[in-house]
């Protein structure tokens, strides 16, 4: 048995389409699930449906991107009960047009490097939101770069060269709006932040004023020295410890269900979604 409450579709930019991430899941062992694609809840019914034919309890979610006070972009899973929460739709919808002002920015600053490709061949990549793994895909294809990897490595990662940072809805708002519609924020990959120990615990803090419910302390990147702090400030300010593979598809670096050792506990879903008076949806 396995919990794996991160993990993407061709929703956004996973590979495998909603359905066939569950089948996989089944397969691997995987008894809950959360499908949490960027900024879109577009594959959740799908997933909700193939969840029920093959015994997998599929919790609805999302991945929000978000501003930062320190010019960074964090990345805010939101989890509900609800398939379809009034007014989520909306907010992604809005937050879908700042991220595609962001792939514009992304594109010029590529051009401006020397590596110039068009929008038109990166949307050719993306079936639902694009994101930076559809540029370096496009990079790629154009022969610029030798992969999707080198591509991050060399243009579009976090503080890489074309690297623009998310200039939309500012984290602690997204965590208030995600409450606000009754579901549960959590802060993906914290260690992305990259603001040391003493900086991400005080932003933690600020984050858990405004109704944040847990952060990601179990991913299968994660050193024992790394996951030690973030289990200590989940703790301190009594966020749940929560994680996933981050899977993307089958060339993902992790299988989907890895949330490291040890493993995210089997009641996690439970424990996140009664923080905010939920209840994990039932298989149907």
Same mark, same amino acid.
């Given at each position: 048995?396995?919990?794996?409450?991160?993990? @993407?579709?061709?929703?956004?930019?996973?590979?495998?389409?909603?359905?066939?991430?569950?089948?996989?899941?089944?397969?691997?062992?995987?008894?809950?699930?959360?499908?949490?694609?960027?900024?879109?809840?577009?594959?959740?019914?799908?997933?909700?449906?193939?969840?029920?034919?093959?015994?997998?309890?599929?919790?609805?979610?999302?991945?929000?991107?978000?501003?930062?006070?320190?010019?960074?972009?964090?990345?805010?899973?939101?989890?509900?009960?609800?398939?379809?929460?009034?007014?989520?739709?909306?907010?992604?919808?809005?937050?879908?047009?700042?991220?595609?002002?962001?792939?514009?920015?992304?594109?010029?600053?590529?051009?401006?490097?020397?590596?110039?490709?068009?929008?038109?061949?990166?949307?050719?990549?993306?079936?639902?939101?694009?994101? #930076?793994? @559809?540029?370096?895909?496009?990079?790629?294809?154009?022969?610029?770069?030798?992969?999707?990897?080198?591509?991050?490595?060399?243009?579009?990662?976090?503080?890489?060269?074309?690297?623009?940072?998310?200039?939309?809805?500012?984290?602690?708002?997204?965590?208030?709006?995600?409450?606000?519609?009754?579901?549960?924020?959590?802060?993906?990959?914290?260690?992305?932040?990259?603001?040391?120990?003493?900086?991400?615990?005080?932003?933690?803090?600020?984050?858990?004023?405004?109704?944040?419910?847990?952060?990601?302390? @179990? #991913?299968?990147?994660?050193?024992?020295?790394?996951?030690?702090?973030? #289990?200590?400030?989940?703790?301190?300010?009594?966020?749940?410890?929560?994680?996933?593979?981050?899977?993307?598809?089958?060339?993902? #670096?992790?299988?989907?269900?890895?949330?490291?050792?040890?493993?995210?506990?089997?009641?996690?879903?439970?424990?996140?979604?009664?923080?905010?008076?939920?209840?994990?949806?039932?298989?149907?």
């Amino acid at each position: 048995m396995a919990v794996d409450l991160h993990c @993407h579709s061709t929703a956004s930019d996973g590979t495998l389409s909603p359905a066939s991430v569950v089948a996989l899941a089944a397969e691997q062992g995987v008894t809950t699930l959360a499908l949490t694609d960027h900024d879109t809840i577009d594959g959740v019914a799908e997933a909700v449906h193939a969840g029920a034919d093959h015994g997998v309890r599929v919790i609805p979610g999302v991945e929000i991107s978000t501003g930062t006070p320190f010019g960074r972009t964090m990345h805010l899973i939101a989890l509900f009960a609800d398939p379809d929460p009034p007014g989520l739709t909306r907010a992604l919808t809005q937050n879908r047009a700042r991220r595609d002002e962001r792939i514009d920015l992304i594109l010029a600053r590529l051009a401006a490097l020397g590596p110039e490709i068009s929008r038109e061949r990166v949307d050719a990549h993306a079936t639902g939101t694009v994101a #930076r793994p @559809h540029i370096a895909a496009a990079l790629v294809e154009a022969g610029h770069c030798s992969s999707v990897q080198d591509a991050m490595d060399r243009y579009l990662g976090d503080h890489r060269p074309a690297d623009v940072p998310h200039r939309g809805l500012d984290g602690a708002a997204a965590v208030r709006l995600v409450r606000e519609l009754g579901g549960a924020p959590i802060v993906a990959h914290p260690g992305t932040l990259r603001l040391g120990n003493t900086g991400l615990e005080a932003y933690m803090q600020s984050l858990a004023t405004v109704g944040l419910v847990g952060i990601e302390v @179990h #991913r299968p990147e994660h050193l024992p020295g790394q996951r030690d702090v973030m #289990r200590r400030i989940a703790r301190r300010f009594g966020l749940v410890a929560s994680g996933g593979s981050d899977f993307h598809g089958p060339e993902s #670096r992790f299988r989907l269900g890895d949330t490291g050792e040890p493993a995210l506990p089997d009641d996690a879903a439970d424990v996140v979604l009664s923080a905010v008076g939920k209840r994990v949806p039932s298989l149907e």
